[in-house]
């Protein structure tokens, strides 16, 4: 199951927020080693920490994350550091990942902070790119690299370290739906905006309106062609299992029958709108819960 569905925020859950500040977990934080070579770099950061630079907020994302030195002994003058996006990097990066073809974020799709100064006597400070994914097409992917561009006074630069590969998974369902819920017996309501939210460019993520909003459908499926020829098939559906955990309640949930896609024939190959029309009513997904509760959500935009 993709945790990164909930990382950087409280819960997405609450998928009809639309600001929200975080830090990376342990992104704020930067702890240099008397081993570690002279030079500047990010915490956290670089191809190995690239899952950890997905963005997952919905709407406005500010990003917190560090800038630091890795000198065994805190620099006893300032430390500036110019951050800068580069674009390079991304095609060097679709060109070794072919997987997903991630784009550009535009310029006006983000703020990003380029001078960064580390005060005297400290190893770091921490500073912050916003993302408005409000400009941007939820069924594309795309990539923002920051790096450190240069520091002052002069200090060599991690290769790798030195860039953040902020990044939003795109999904052809992704977006904002109109979501109402039924619960048998009866616990309803109509009208709430929630948002399909992309784990990969084959599988979302959605809350339904089962014990306030707090678990997730998992849905997936296979796409073949693209345009107005693709088709969806092999739609498979789950609960969040961490969700079903966590949540506290006098007694543990059962899931007593398993979640369903109202309507969802397995031997058909579905156009976009037909399967659109299996998030709607009469459709939508349906599951069990503790013996007699049944929960049906559906979906349209």
């Known amino acids: 199951m993709k945790a990164k569905y909930i990382k950087r925020i409280m819960a997405l859950s609450i998928t009809a927020l639309l600001f929200s500040s ?10 240099p080693e008397a081993t570690s070579p002279n030079v ?9 920490s690239f899952s950890s630079d997905a963005v997952t907020a919905p709407g406005l994302d500010t990003i917190t994350f560090a800038v630091g ?3 065994s002994t805190p620099p006893t003058n300032p430390t500036t550091a110019t951050l ?4 390079s990097l991304l095609d060097a990066y679709n060109t070794a990942n072919p997987a997903i073809t991630y784009l550009p974020i535009p310029t006006a799709a983000y703020t990003l902070i380029t001078s960064v100064t580390i005060p005297a006597g400290k190893n770091s400070t921490t500073t ?3 993302i408005d994914r409000n400009q941007l097409d939820p069924t594309l992917s795309y990539m923002l690299p920051v790096k450190i561009a240069s520091v002052s006074p002069n200090i060599p630069i991690s290769a790798n370290l030195g860039v953040h590969y902020f ?15 039924t619960r048998i017996p009866a616990a309803n309501f109509t009208g ?4 399909f939210f992309p784990d990969s460019p084959t599988q979302f993520e959605v809350v339904g309106g089962y014990y306030s909003q707090t678990v997730r459908y998992v849905v997936s499926f296979t796409k073949t062609g693209t345009g107005s020829g693709a088709r969806y098939t092999n739609f498979q559906i ?3 299992s961490d969700d079903v955990k966590n949540i506290l309640t006098p007694v543990p949930i059962a899931v007593t029958t398993a979640p369903v896609i109202l309507g969802y024939d397995s031997a058909h190959s579905y156009t976009f709108d037909e399967a659109l029309a299996l998030f709607a009513a009469p459709n939508g997904f349906q599951w069990g819960a503790n013996g007699t509760r049944i929960n049906t959500d559906t979906y349209h935009h």
Do not use: E, R, W
């Open 69 to 71: 030195v890795t000198l």
């Open 167 to 181: 990044h939003i998974i795109g999904n052809d369902f992704a977006g904002s739906y109109t979501h109402d819920f």
């Open 192 to 195: 709430h905006t929630d948002v």
């Open 238 to 240: 789950s609960l969040n």
């Open 40 to 48: 500047a770099q990010f915490f956290n950061a670089g191809l190995g």
């Open 22 to 31: 975080c830090l990376k977990d342990p992104g704020h934080v930067f702890n």
């Open 128 to 130: 912050t790119v916003i």
């Open 84 to 87: 800068a996006v580069d674009n």
